[in-house]
């Protein structure tokens, strides 16, 4: 076994290792809920300098360096297509304060502290300055998942680092082209021509390919749906290649504004575009992190001396604060948001593969310190992911910025058996949200009190409204089953199909109506439709919410409550989990069920546990007239 690593793994062998790490080490980063990045720098480090079961320039030889940079211009152009402008809702106003403003800002601070701090070259330190504006997006979501940010700092750090994500690779492609320009020993006038010829024809090719290429070919038909995922990736390879192949590295820019000219283009097959890039870009970023993280030497990390720390804590208490702070200075956001967003700036996967390029780049363009920039960049990113992944959450609450920490339940559909469901969990101090396109149907649950939205929330005014991160279940409950398949259909890809729920359709138990299992939310209740749950509730069916104990089990409720009918539990931190029609219930100590009871058992009794309560909904309202 040792000759056989010894002699490297082969190239097949070690794209499988590559990708059973990266995923693996992702998929373990969800379970555990840990930011995937660290994870997946732990597994690179180990399968390489650790076991030397991965050599990247062994095992893939010349081939290393074109793999890296056409995964991170897919990357890069992943970067580009989340940019729909028509999104940023009232984020609008600070998010582009931190990118007209805070980006140059951020490149300056950034460039200082690598210059002074980190003992850089001012030509190294331009080309990682740029870079370091990039805040993460892929590791700033998670993050605030598990910290439940108040809406809006989490809309403005959300939108940061979707933005400025390709801005500062671009930077980062700007000042490289320039240090190229200057070590190629061409005249001041001949270089700028050959710079501004390059990067002119990057953005247009890119506009061109986006535009005519992509979008008008799409939106008249020209390419069949099969084969338009197809035809987006060649394209993309295509607008890389022949970009930099007239000024290197020029292909960056391309594919970025390529992705950016698609994304607004409000073409009706958006979604399948989606799906592409997020399944593209969660292999790709797994693999360059771990191929990078395996060839990291680690020698180069062991000469990092005191300018190394020096250079993340200017970082982190000088150059990201001072940045946001001057960005957002003169507008209406309280201080506590402002500092709040001034402490927290994690970087992510694209600036540790980004920087770990343009290393390589200057290294063999004479910049003797570029080989510098891999192991700094692995240093920032570990120590801030590290941070902030400890103390968002305490931050956030320290500041008084923190949502509720239970994950709340968005209902669609206003009834009177969806009002009557949310009054009850809502006396449960859990977090509820009525929807419905139709406003008539929200007056009996605003009469209630209850917080409602009226619109379609699938619309872009429910994406400016509604943040999907506050809640942990969707429950599609419209008189109109389409629209409950519609929705439930459209949320399960991003909120996962396990936490999206869908009242039983009308003939849904007759063949010729029943739709694919690929449609519509999981099934609760026992196939009763909103029709049948109303009329229980005219026989006087009422929701009742018990906790279990050590010494009041489930069969004791069962015991207790003839005939109830079981709608959701309750786990002891406030998840929601609806009972579906398979579900063996098998509730513990300390979790809560809220069911349906008829009129016999209402008032039946109940063992005197103190920890054992019965929460009855509030009365029903009035009949409307």
Same mark, same amino acid.
């Given at each position: 076994?040792?000759?056989?690593?010894?002699?490297?793994?082969?190239?097949?062998?070690?794209?499988?290792?590559?990708?059973?790490?990266?995923?693996?080490?992702?998929?373990?980063?969800?379970?555990?809920?840990?930011?995937?990045?660290?994870?997946?720098?732990?597994?690179?480090?180990?399968?390489?300098?650790?076991?030397?079961?991965?050599?990247?320039?062994?095992?893939?030889?010349?081939?290393?360096?074109? +793999?890296?940079?056409?995964?991170?211009?897919?990357? !890069?152009?992943?970067?580009?297509?989340?940019?729909?402008?028509?999104?940023?809702?009232?984020?609008?106003? *600070?998010?582009?304060?931190?990118?007209?403003?805070?980006?140059?800002?951020?490149?300056?601070?950034?460039?200082?502290?690598?210059?002074?701090?980190?003992? +850089?070259?001012?030509?190294?330190?331009?080309?990682?300055?740029?870079?370091?504006?990039?805040?993460? /997006?892929?590791?700033?979501?998670?993050?605030?998942?598990?910290?439940?940010?108040?809406?809006?700092?989490?809309?403005?750090?959300?939108?940061?680092?979707?933005?400025?994500?390709?801005?500062?690779?671009?930077?980062?492609?700007?000042?490289?082209?320039? =240090?190229?320009? !200057?070590?190629?020993?061409?005249?001041?006038? $001949?270089?700028?021509?050959?710079?501004?010829?390059?990067?002119?024809?990057?953005?247009?090719?890119?506009?061109? &390919?986006?535009?005519?290429?992509?979008?008008?070919?799409?939106?008249?038909?020209?390419?069949?749906?099969?084969?338009?995922?197809?035809?987006?990736?060649?394209?993309?390879?295509?607008?890389?290649?022949?970009?930099?192949?007239?000024?290197? $590295?020029?292909?960056?820019?391309?594919?970025?504004?390529?992705?950016?000219?698609?994304?607004?283009?409000?073409?009706?097959?958006?979604?399948?575009?989606?799906?592409?890039?997020?399944?593209?870009?969660?292999?790709?970023?797994?693999?360059?992190?771990? !191929?990078?993280?395996?060839?990291?030497?680690?020698?180069?990390?062991?000469?990092?001396?005191?300018?190394?720390?020096?250079?993340?804590?200017?970082?982190?208490?000088?150059?990201?604060?001072?940045?946001?702070?001057?960005?957002?200075?003169?507008?209406?956001?309280?201080?506590?948001?402002?500092?709040?967003?001034?402490?927290?700036?994690?970087?992510?996967?694209?600036?540790?593969?980004?920087?770990?390029?343009?290393?390589?780049?200057?290294?063999? &363009?004479?910049?003797?310190?570029?080989?510098?920039?891999?192991?700094?960049?692995?240093?920032? =990113? !570990?120590?801030?992911?590290?941070?902030?992944?400890?103390?968002? *959450?305490?931050?956030?609450?320290?500041?008084?910025?923190?949502? @509720?920490?239970?994950?709340?339940?968005?209902?669609?559909?206003?009834?009177?058996?969806? @009002?009557?469901?949310?009054?009850?969990?809502?006396?449960?101090?859990?977090?509820?949200?009525?929807?419905?396109?139709?406003?008539?149907?929200?007056?009996?649950?605003?009469?209630?009190?209850?917080?409602?939205?009226?619109?379609?929330? +699938?619309?872009?005014?429910?994406?400016?409204?509604?943040?999907?991160?506050?809640?942990?279940?969707?429950?599609?409950?419209?008189?109109?089953?389409?629209?409950?398949?519609?929705?439930?259909?459209?949320?399960?890809?991003?909120?996962?199909? $396990?936490?999206?729920?869908?009242? &039983?359709?009308?003939?849904?138990?007759?063949?010729?109506?029943?739709?694919?299992?690929?449609?519509?939310?999981?099934?609760?209740?026992?196939?009763?439709?909103?029709?049948?749950?109303?009329?229980?509730?005219?026989?006087?069916?009422?929701?009742? +919410?018990?906790?279990?104990?050590?010494?009041?089990?489930?069969?004791?409720?069962?015991?207790?409550?003839?005939?109830?009918?079981?709608?959701?539990?309750?786990?002891?931190?406030?998840?929601?989990?609806? =009972?579906?029609?398979?579900?063996?219930?098998?509730?513990?100590?300390?979790?809560?069920?809220?069911?349906?009871?008829?009129?016999?058992?209402?008032?039946?009794?109940?063992?005197?546990? /103190?920890?054992?309560?019965?929460?009855?909904?509030?009365? /029903?309202?009035?009949?409307?007239?």
């Amino acid at each position: 076994m040792a000759t056989e690593v010894a002699a490297g793994l082969g190239p097949v062998m070690a794209f499988a290792l590559v990708g059973v790490c990266g995923v693996g080490a992702q998929w373990l980063a969800w379970r555990l809920r840990l930011p995937a990045i660290v994870l997946m720098l732990a597994v690179g480090l180990l399968v390489g300098p650790g076991l030397g079961l991965l050599i990247p320039a062994r095992d893939f030889g010349a081939l290393t360096g074109p +793999l890296i940079s056409l995964a991170v211009a897919v990357i !890069l152009f992943e970067g580009g297509l989340s940019l729909d402008l028509h999104r940023l809702g009232d984020a609008r106003a *600070g998010v582009r304060r931190l990118v007209l403003i805070g980006a140059p800002l951020g490149w300056l601070m950034s460039t200082l502290a690598l210059v002074y701090a980190a003992g +850089l070259s001012w030509e190294a330190a331009t080309v990682f300055g740029g870079i370091m504006i990039v805040t993460g /997006p892929t590791v700033i979501a998670p993050l605030l998942r598990q910290a439940r940010l108040a809406r809006r700092p989490a809309q403005l750090l959300q939108w940061e680092a979707i933005v400025n994500d390709p801005i500062g690779a671009l930077a980062a492609v700007l000042a490289f082209e320039v =240090v190229l320009v !200057l070590h190629s020993g061409l005249g001041v006038t $001949e270089a700028v021509l050959d710079l501004a010829i390059g990067i002119g024809f990057a953005a247009a090719l890119g506009a061109a &390919a986006g535009y005519f290429g992509i979008a008008r070919a799409f939106r008249r038909g020209l390419v069949p749906e099969y084969m338009k995922v197809p035809v987006l990736f060649v394209t993309l390879l295509a607008v890389f290649a022949v970009s930099d192949a007239v000024l290197h $590295e020029s292909g960056l820019l391309a594919v970025t504004v390529m992705g950016l000219v698609i994304a607004n283009a409000d073409l009706p097959s958006m979604t399948e575009l989606r799906r592409f890039k997020e399944h593209a870009t969660v292999l790709l970023v797994s693999g360059v992190f771990i !191929l990078l993280a395996a060839g990291l030497d680690l020698a180069q990390v062991a000469q990092l001396d005191w300018r190394a720390a020096a250079f993340v804590g200017a970082v982190i208490l000088l150059a990201r604060p001072a940045t946001v702070l001057l960005a957002l200075l003169g507008t209406a956001l309280p201080w506590r948001e402002r500092a709040f967003i001034a402490l927290t700036g994690p970087r992510g996967v694209v600036l540790v593969a980004v920087a770990g390029l343009f290393g390589q780049r200057l290294a063999e &363009a004479g910049v003797a310190d570029g080989a510098r920039i891999g192991p700094l960049a692995f240093i920032l =990113v !570990l120590s801030t992911v590290v941070l902030h992944g400890f103390t968002l *959450g305490p931050m956030a609450r320290r500041f008084g910025l923190a949502g @509720t920490d239970a994950p709340g339940l968005l209902i669609v559909g206003g009834s009177r058996f969806t @009002t009557d469901l949310a009054q009850t969990l809502a006396k449960a101090d859990l977090p509820v949200l009525i929807t419905d396109p139709n406003h008539a149907h929200l007056i009996r649950p605003r009469a209630a009190g209850l917080r409602t939205f009226y619109g379609d929330v +699938l619309g872009e005014a429910a994406e400016d409204s509604i943040e999907l991160l506050s809640f942990g279940t969707v429950l599609a409950a419209t008189d109109n089953d389409a629209y409950n398949t519609l929705v439930a259909t459209d949320l399960a890809p991003e909120l996962g199909r $396990e936490a999206v729920w869908q009242i &039983a359709r009308q003939k849904e138990d007759r063949p010729r109506h029943a739709l694919p299992k690929q449609l519509g939310g999981r099934p609760f209740g026992g196939g009763r439709t909103l029709a049948a749950f109303e009329d229980l509730l005219d026989q006087g069916w009422r929701f009742r +919410l018990t906790r279990l104990t050590e010494e009041y089990r489930l069969d004791d409720w069962r015991a207790k409550r003839p005939g109830a009918l079981a709608i959701l539990r309750i786990d002891a931190k406030g998840a929601l989990r609806f =009972v579906s029609d398979t579900d063996t219930m098998k509730a513990e100590p300390g979790q809560r069920i809220l069911a349906l009871l008829p009129p016999e058992a209402q008032d039946a009794p109940v063992v005197p546990q /103190p920890a054992a309560s019965d929460t009855p909904a509030p009365a /029903p309202a009035a009949p409307l007239p």
